[in-house]
């Protein structure tokens, strides 16, 4: 009897305990905040939709799940579903037709940040302030101190916010180049709602605009700069990429690259050669994110390929002491159901970088993941505006998300030489992966890598990684089954040229002696 | 039993009156060929990215809003712009007669907006049966016996084959090329067996369909040298002294036209073969190219690009069509540097010939997908019906080059022969068919070896397409004058009694 009722004890307690896990699953999911992200157009005719991807970048960085949408396709009532809002406008010339949306999101309570023009009366009471419309000007973006500036292009248009209340924050100034030098702010945040007059993807513009989103989301963080060379391919010069490690290495800054590699043809000389100048560039500071392949004619049932191609990578690096420490990728990958299940899912760091002119997606959900860290990969030549006689890049720039500063691989020891130079100009203290604590990990397979404060795991092992040749743990290559069919076809091709040649011979002989016979026949014996 | 023996006779008379072999064979090759062509779910071949080139010429665009496919499933509707169309044709071809034919038949009978592939495929499907018409009519001409209609059953069975047929619904040139090859194959042989009274309706469709087909693909330029080889034949044509400086004329004009189609090629066409011939071709069929690259004068790295494809099929390390490999692999090497290796290479080109042999009778595009994505079949899936002859030609014709050569050479013997003993008695038919077989036996040897170098092994069951053509219109040609009775000489009404 006392049995029985502990038994009953015991199942009733397991079934409440995994109710009790099952409810608390989503509650820990939804710690990361979810944002629809609501644009106007993608107005491809002014590269605008590059606009969206950067915002997207920004938000995966700083831990943020965006869920991107027209607003043309928004549908009543889903704003709910979110923490936060962001109207971006791309093409201010053109009123948004949707109803439902500016109604749900006037009477949304999460968080609201409006960028780009066409700010609404009502949005403008909510941030407690007034508009004023800036026409014809040249404007000069700097920070409070008013130590870092950046020029802008000239603006036909734009709108700003004044009377700002007291409780605002202001991050940046727009400061005009008349004669009364007036300011105006550039990203503006009352209580939960935000306004950045205009967005941009590169330079001090994006630095602000991200500080703007990380204080309104409440991700405030500082970050160093990880200095990466992108574009790295098994086809790269060789040679150049090994200098460049050694002068990196010579001049103590750590770096990473971002580098293609092939799942087949391990055995290659020419591979063995990219392996061996990777294991230099990881023994010298550097550290290597796996660049997803280019993308041809794919499908939406492409995953399972995708899956097995990375995982040939994976495994043929590690058999050449190679580990990555993070996937690096266009940023709409992220913004893609099959490349982000098969592909991106395997590592905890990612490199987000910018789109190429023509994504080609499998299957676009628009509904992007956060990782462990994702890191916004910006092009360097975007910090090197000179304004006013001094590079950005010289002012030590707080960034308010993981960022990667970019270079492309150069091609010739004349560029690398170039590019060391643009490297010595930006005055940066580069992020060191070895010495600040970063662990990351790639799952692939049945494979693990894993990366520690400098040290790399495989499967959980530490590894020291040898420069010279290593003796590849060559796996007994897998023979397919020949087919008897395909055999038989073989040997019969074989034979049939054997019998042909054979016959040929014959026939030539039978020619010459029947050609004998037949004049013997006519000589008079 | 004499009564229904004499009324059985009666009925095949009066059958072989209304159902000539000719007309037999065509009816049977539109009923399979409009099976496939037009009754929904119609079956074609998916763009695997050559398309543009036949489209955007011509004005058709792929439709906005829909996943275009490539590879895995045909594309039914196409988009026809409506305003000033910039696009310039990249390449010197007569393939867009063909589809500015369609265009219009479209635009008459069907849609100013909305191009439907059906009618590329009526296109080619009425040339191909005016060529199928023909084409059994020379092989069983002038003879009046029921074993012709065996040579009917062969013609459909072989070029009813749902692989040639199934390219008409695609914008690849194929489909035109194989029915511009039978025309052309025809009018010789009619010509040899004297078939109409007057010759030149007959000499002008064979010079029309000739450079037509010359003329429709950059790779068919090299075919311009084998039809001179067919057209000496015309030579030896009894009473034609006069004309012969037109034979000669002609000659010339075949040769331009190979020239033009050569040398007019657009860059990007270029890039793509002289990117194959490389990635599909020297790296391909050797252990580890990494060395030879480097004594070639080449970055051993590029070893890593075997097997990559110019326009990668889902992923690829590189994307070659960007400017990276234009500016830092094309450069490096040309045709003359391929070919330097492959004489150096000797075993290697041997392993890639036998390669070609394997692939030479799989006439069937593998690499693309030959239903709608309508009709709800896996994405890739291929036809199976009536691909007999493919199937058992692919399967059972042996895969070396080598007894490609020898077959060629024993075919050459056999009908010079006939050639030999046509030339002694003052006829012209073996003559005649003997330049039209070596003509042909020249593109079954040597198309595979410019495809090799020209382009490696990229696409090869496409590039050699002209291959399996010659063959199978040989070996029909051989079975039909083996029934009638003309192998060793000219047709005699006398020996068919023997």
């Known amino acids: 009897m006392k049995l029985k009722w502990c038994r009953w004890l015991l199942s009733i307690s397991i079934v409440w305990c995994g109710w009790l896990f099952a409810t608390q699953l989503p509650v820990h999911a939804q710690t990361t905040p979810t944002v629809l992200l609501a644009y106007d157009f993608q107005n491809v005719a002014n590269n605008d939709q590059n606009k969206i991807a950067a915002i997207q970048r920004i938000l995966t960085s700083l831990n943020v799940q965006v869920k991107t949408e027209a607003i043309a396709d928004y549908q009543a009532g889903d704003m709910q ?52 419309m800036l026409y014809h000007q040249q404007l000069m973006l700097q920070n409070h101190a008013g130590s870092i500036h950046q020029l802008l292009a000239f603006s036909e248009t734009m709108l700003t916010l004044k009377q700002l209340p007291a409780k605002a924050q202001t991050i940046g100034y727009l400061k005009s180049q008349s004669v009364d030098q007036r300011q105006y702010p550039y990203g503006t945040i009352v209580g939960q709602q935000g306004y950045l007059p205009y967005f941009s993807t590169g330079g001090y513009s994006l630095v602000l605009a991200a500080q703007t989103l990380a204080k309104l989301f409440g991700q405030v963080g500082h970050y160093q700069p990880l200095l990466t060379i992108t574009k790295v391919t098994p086809y790269s010069k060789m040679a150049v990429l090994e200098r460049l490690s050694r002068d990196l290495y010579q001049r103590g800054i750590p770096f990473a690259i971002s580098t293609t590699t092939v799942g087949a043809n391990g055995h290659f000389k020419a591979y063995q050669r990219f392996a061996k100048v990777l294991r230099l560039v990881e023994n010298r500071g550097g550290v290597i994110f796996l660049k997803t392949p280019a993308v041809g004619g794919v499908t939406a049932s492409s995953g399972p390929g995708l899956a097995t191609l990375m995982d040939d990578y994976l495994v043929q690096f590690a058999q050449n002491q190679v580990f990555p420490v993070g996937i690096s990728t266009s940023a709409y990958w992220n913004q893609d159901r099959i490349y982000r299940n098969y592909a991106l899912k395997k590592a905890d760091h990612v490199l987000l970088l910018p789109n190429p002119t ?128 395909n055999r038989f076809f073989k040997t019969q091709g074989t034979v049939l040229l054997v019998f042909f040649v054979v016959t040929f011979a014959v026939f030539i002989l039978f020619i010459f002696v029947g050609r004998r016979v037949y004049l013997n026949m006519f000589k008079r014996k | 039993m004499t009564t229904l023996k004499r009324r059985v006779a009666r009925a095949i008379r009066v059958f072989e009156k209304i159902m000539p072999p000719p007309l037999l064979a065509v009816l049977i090759c539109a009923l399979l060929a409009g099976y496939l062509t037009f009754v929904p779910p119609i079956n074609g071949l998916a763009d695997n990215g050559d398309y543009y080139r ?35 044709s990249v390449n010197f071809s007569s393939q867009p007669l063909f589809v500015k034919l369609a265009i219009w038949l479209n635009k008459l009978f069907y849609s100013k907006s909305i191009f439907d592939i059906r009618f590329m495929g009526l296109v080619n499907y009425g040339f191909y049966l005016g060529s199928i018409y023909m084409i059994t ?49 025809a009018a010789i042989l009619l010509l040899a067996r004297q078939r109409y009274r007057h010759r030149w309706p007959l000499i002008i469709l064979y010079a029309i369909s000739t450079m037509l087909l010359i003329s429709s693909k950059s790779q068919n330029a090299p075919l311009a040298l084998s039809y001179v080889v067919v057209t000496l034949g015309l030579l030896f044509l009894p009473n034609f002294k006069a004309q012969r400086l037109y034979i000669f004329v002609g000659m010339g004009l075949l040769l331009v036209t190979g020239g033009l189609t050569y040398k007019l090629i657009g860059s990007s066409f270029t890039d793509i073969n002289q ?60 045709f ?17 010939m036998d390669l070609t042999a394997a692939d030479v009778m799989i006439t069937q595009v593998k690499a693309v997908g030959d239903y709608t994505k309508a009709s709800g079949q896996p994405a890739g899936k291929q036809v199976t019906f009536f691909t007999g002859w493919s199937q058992l030609a692919g399967a059972f014709f042996p895969q070396k080059f080598a007894f490609d050569c020898l077959l060629a050479v024993a075919i050459a013997m056999v009908y010079a022969v006939g050639c030999y003993n046509d030339l002694r008695n003052h006829e012209s038919e073996g003559v005649l068919r003997f330049f039209l077989v070596l003509g042909l036996l020249t593109m079954f040897i040597f198309v595979p070896i410019i495809s090799i170098v020209g382009d490696g092994d990229a696409d090869l069951a496409k590039h050699i397409f002209m291959v399996p053509v010659s063959i199978d219109l040989i070996f029909i040609l051989f079975v039909s004058d083996i029934l009638n009775h003309r192998l060793w000489h000219a047709y005699h009404e006398e020996d068919q009694t023997s």
Do not use: C
């Open chain 1, 81 to 132: 579903k979110y923490t936060g809002v962001i109207t971006l406008i791309n093409w201010p010339q053109t009123k948004l037709n949707n109803a439902a949306f500016e109604r749900d999101r006037q009477h949304f309570k999460g968080i609201k940040l409006h960028i780009g023009q066409n700010l609404t009366a009502t949005e403008a009471a909510g941030l407690q302030a007034k508009r004023q």
């Open chain 1, 358 to 485: 023509n994504p080609v997606y499998a299957k676009q959900d628009n509904q992007s993941m956060v990782f462990k860290q994702s890191i916004y990969g910006l092009d360097a030549a975007s910090l090197e505006t000179v304004a006013k006689g001094s590079s950005l890049g010289q002012l030590a720039l707080d960034f308010p998300m993981p960022t990667a500063v970019t270079f492309t691989m150069p091609n010739s020891l004349k560029s690398l030489k170039n590019m060391e130079r643009r490297i010595t100009k930006l005055n940066y203290q580069w992020f060191n992966p070895a010495t600040q604590g970063t662990t990351t990990k790639i799952t692939s397979g049945t494979a693990t890598f894993e990366f520690q404060h400098g040290t790399y795991f495989l499967n959980g092992q530490a590894t020291t990684i040898k420069t010279g040749v290593t003796k590849a743990k060559t796996l007994a290559p897998v023979k397919p089954t020949e087919l008897w069919v």
């Open chain 2, 54 to 88: 036949a489209m955007y010429s011509n004005g058709i665009y792929k439709l906005l809003g829909t996943h275009y496919n490539y590879f895995g499933y045909v594309t039914q509707k196409f988009g026809l712009m409506k305003y000033y169309n910039e696009y310039r």
């Open chain 2, 137 to 185: 009519d020379a092989f069983t001409y002038p003879a009046k016996r029921l074993r012709n209609y065996v040579i009917a059953g062969l013609v459909v069975f072989i070029f009813g084959d749902s692989s040639f047929t199934l390219y008409f619904n695609s914008f690849f040139a194929e489909p035109q090329m194989l029915s511009m090859t039978l025309y052309s194959f």
């Open chain 2, 275 to 334: 990117y194959q011939a490389f990635s599909h071709g020297v790296l391909t069929q050797t252990g580890d190219p990494s060395k030879d690259l480097k004594k070639g004068g080449i970055d051993e790295q590029y070893a890593l690009m075997k097997d990559q494809d110019y326009y990668a099929k889902q992923f690829a390390t590189i994307q070659p069509s960007q400017s990276y490999v234009k500016k830092n692999l094309l450069p490096n090497y040309n």
């Open chain 2, 336 to 352: 003359a540097w391929i070919v330097k290796y492959y004489a150096t290479h000797l075993k290697q080109f041997g392993r890639l």
